[in-house]
């Protein structure tokens, strides 16, 4: 009791709404993470590209020689997640791996299809862009 009063005690909090543009309040906790997902990433629009970007879309509009690849199954992505450190800093984005692990039990089939979206669009971060949220 005393640890409550003071404090001390720590309580696990889970987000599960957030302020809309328009002052509404998210409904449920997969809007709440449609409107994270939206405000996180970056829209990708070439009038923005630098030489750097231009390059990159050339190269990726060449048709390679070598198959597609196969996409991500819920396994591959639950245990590279699950294998995350949790004692590690978070990146640029502020997600720990707490955090990726949380969200992927929630949605496991959401998380896939998004990282099978990136694969199936060449998206990575070796692309050089930032989320928005941390350009300049």
């Not at 599960?16 to 994270?36: A, F, H, I, V, Y």
């Amino acid at each position: 009791m005393y640890r409550l009063a003071s404090g001390k005690k720590r309580t696990n909090t889970q987000v599960t709404t957030l302020r809309k543009p328009d002052g509404s309040l998210t409904s449920d906790t997969k809007e709440t993470l449609r409107l994270m997902l939206e405000y996180f990433t970056s829209e990708d629009n070439d009038l923005d590209d630098n030489n750097h970007h231009k390059h990159i879309r050339e190269l990726t509009d060449k048709q390679s020689n070598t198959p597609d690849d196969r996409e991500f199954t819920r396994e591959e992505n639950g245990s590279v997640i699950e294998g995350m450190n949790n004692k590690k800093a978070p990146g640029e984005d502020g997600i720990t791996a707490e955090i990726y692990k949380l969200t992927f039990k929630i949605f496991p089939k959401s998380i896939t299809g998004m990282y099978n979206g990136c694969l199936k669009n060449g998206y990575s971060r070796r692309d050089g862009r930032r989320p928005k949220l941390y350009q300049s």
